[in-house]
């Protein structure tokens, strides 16, 4: 190489330094427009607004992490108890069979209805007829007790602690049509003596069946007790009833005629009328067969009794309240929260065990 001279390597721009510099920020302007470019969002208007990304919520701690609020209690905690409201015993109603009656017999029957039974029902004269107390008035052979009978009703009518009632069948009567030659019994249209159920009836058309059915309720009231319940009180719906003369009045009239007169009878002594109607009586309202009304039956007796379930009772005693003469008979009267065993008492209903 020749002295005094050196190799030219050229000399650098300043120009040429700023574009470079330019285009690394141009660059990188574009990779961020891009990156941002999810952020962007436009308005209703179409104008665009940058929308900052959401951060993200903290993952909640795991149950177990979480420690339990302690609460503390206070220095002198209250106890709060409600008391449920008190179901008053039900009044039950013990019923008795028809076999004749001793003072043994009572006490042990006594015994047995112990603090429960709130009332009790005799049967005094059953569905043949028969008579189970000594009556003056009853027919003949038809009086059916034994030695006591007449001490052990009084022990019964004078438990101040219990309700009496005496079961009395009304027209089925085995006895009373043959009774002195006096026509009290149904008979037919060729004049013979009407049977049905195993027995002869008795006519509530006629004067004198009502007569004897009035004595013998005036004796069991003279007795002490203080309810009579009427069974079997409406016509014959068994047999040949095609045979059946009835008479010139119609049936519905003469079981009023009856009950008038019985409810009259039992005025003076202040004891109760009441009736065993079927249960079809009260839910359809009568009984064409038998003359069983019960808008009829409600305007003499101060309560209705039926043999029904447990169930029915509810709407048997709402039937009973729709009855046209309820409004007008003395329904005020009835003896309150009285009930038969798995029965309710409402109004003039209750639901009775059968006689055994």
């Given amino acids: 190489m020749a002295k005094g001279y050196r190799n030219y390597r050229g000399r650098t721009s300043k120009g040429k330094i700023a574009l470079a510099i330019l285009l690394v920020f141009i660059i990188l302007a574009a ?3 891009l990156a941002m470019q999810r952020y962007i969002a436009y308005d209703e208007t179409g104008a665009p607004f940058f929308r ?7 993952p909640a701690p795991p149950a177990e992490d979480i420690p339990p609020v302690q609460v503390p209690e206070p220095a002198d905690s209250l106890e709060v108890i409600v008391p449920e409201p008190e179901t008053p015993p039900a009044f039950q109603v013990y019923s008795l069979t028809a076999a004749p009656l001793t003072p043994a017999v009572w006490e042990a029957a006594r015994a047995e209805m112990g603090d429960t039974f709130g009332g009790v029902t005799v049967t005094l004269k059953d569905a043949r007829g028969t008579v189970y107390f000594a009556s003056q008035t009853a027919a003949s052979k038809a009086v059916k007790t034994v030695q006591g009978t007449t001490e052990a009703l009084g022990m019964i009518t004078g438990d101040e602690e219990l309700y009496t009632i005496a079961r009395f069948s009304c027209l089925p009567d085995a006895f009373a049509p043959y009774m002195n030659n006096t026509p009290m019994g149904l008979k037919t249209t060729g004049g ?8 002869t009836w008795l006519d509530p058309g006629r004067p004198a069946a009502r007569e004897y059915l009035c004595g013998l309720a005036r004796e069991i009231a003279e007795l002490g007790f203080d309810e009579i319940l009427l069974t079997d009180t409406g016509y014959p719906i068994q047999g040949n009833l095609n045979t059946l003369n009835y008479g010139s009045s119609p049936i519905e009239e003469n079981l009023s005629l ?8 039992l005025e003076p002594y202040g004891v109760k009328l009441s009736m065993e109607l079927p249960e079809s009586v009260i839910s359809d309202g009568q009984e064409a067969v038998s003359g069983l009304v019960l808008a009829r039956a409600v305007s003499y007796a101060d309560r209705v009794y039926a043999v029904t379930e447990p169930g029915q009772a509810g709407i048997l005693s709402n039937l009973v309240l729709q009855a046209e003469a309820v409004a007008e008979n003395r329904v005020q009267d009835f003896l309150p ?5 798995d029965s309710s008492w409402d109004g003039p209903f209750l639901l009775l065990p059968a006689a055994e």
């Avoid at 929260?337 to 065993?341: G, K, V």
């Fill in 31 to 33: 990779l961020s427009a």
């Fill in 52 to 58: 900052l990304p959401e951060r993200p919520a903290a």
């Fill in 192 to 199: 013979r003596m009407f049977h049905a159920a195993g027995t």
């Fill in 258 to 265: 009856l009950w008038q007169d019985l409810l009259q009878t």
């Fill in 337 to 341: 929260e009285l009930t038969a065993p």
